[in-house]
């Protein structure tokens, strides 16, 4: 089992949708988990982190997390073209951080 | 505070040379990551330094990669006797090591080998 797993996608959705993002990971000690946006070409950049269990909010991104279930989500709501790009799930694993694969979002307009 | 910087941004090589990348962090931060990322997958953790201290390698660092930190500001990643297979983006990221350890990320040095 791989230590964080997300769908590669491509998950396409409609300018205006709710794009939902999942991810897993492997390790119950885990306390801290990220989302990381990154464009084509472009190198990683923090959208949302989260420690608790439950929602975060942040302008149109959310981000859940459940324990017990090791399931971290993002969702975006009133997804705009710009949001198109790989989003990359973040856990860590001690002082490091592990990175699962992304999941490609294209929002079309 | 102009980020974290990484030079060269793109090197080509051929098969059997050295390579050496360089990242600078954000001043403040003491901790430092290197990443590799290939075309597809989430970044790799390679190594990480706190301060000057190498505290953790994974086990993707063979022989042939070394990573320094001499004066605990800049970072230095060497590759030897460079394999068509170490084509890739290589990450540096920056954190302060307080709290939750977010890390921020460099440009990056993309590695082509010939």
């Known amino acids: 089992q791989k230590e964080v797993e997300q769908n590669s996608g491509p998950l396409s959705v409609p300018e205006g949708a709710i794009a939902s993002l999942n991810c897993t990971y492997s390790d119950r000690g885990s306390q801290s988990f990220f989302w990381y946006r990154q464009y084509s070409g472009k190198s990683p950049e923090l959208i949302m982190s989260?420690?608790?269990?439950g929602d975060k909010e942040d302008g149109r991104f959310t981000a859940q997390l459940n324990k017990a279930s090791q399931y971290v989500s993002l969702l975006i709501r009133d997804s705009q073209p710009s949001d198109s790009a790989t989003y990359l799930c973040?856990?860590?694993?001690?002082?490091?951080?592990?990175f699962g694969k992304g999941t490609t979002l294209s929002v079309s307009s | 505070d102009t980020g974290v910087s990484q030079d060269p941004r793109h090197k080509i090589t051929k098969r059997g040379q050295n390579v050496t990348f360089r990242c600078d962090p954000i001043?403040?931060?003491?901790?430092l990551y290197w990443y590799r990322q290939t075309l597809g997958q989430g970044p790799e953790f390679l190594t990480y330094?706190?301060?000057?201290?190498?505290?953790?390698k994974s086990r993707l660092l063979s022989d042939r990669f070394s990573a320094e930190r001499p004066k605990g500001s800049f970072s230095t990643l060497e590759i030897q006797r460079t394999e068509q297979g170490d084509s890739a983006m290589y990450l540096c990221?920056?954190?302060?090591?307080?709290?939750?350890?977010?890390?921020?990320f460099g440009a990056g040095s993309r590695l082509t080998v010939l």
């Open positions: 973040a856990v860590n694993r001690g002082t490091a951080l592990i």
């Open positions: 990221a920056s954190s302060t090591g307080q709290g939750a350890n977010v890390l921020t």
């Open positions: 989260i420690y608790s269990n």
């Open positions: 330094f706190q301060n000057e201290a190498q505290l953790e």
């Open positions: 001043s403040e931060h003491n901790r």
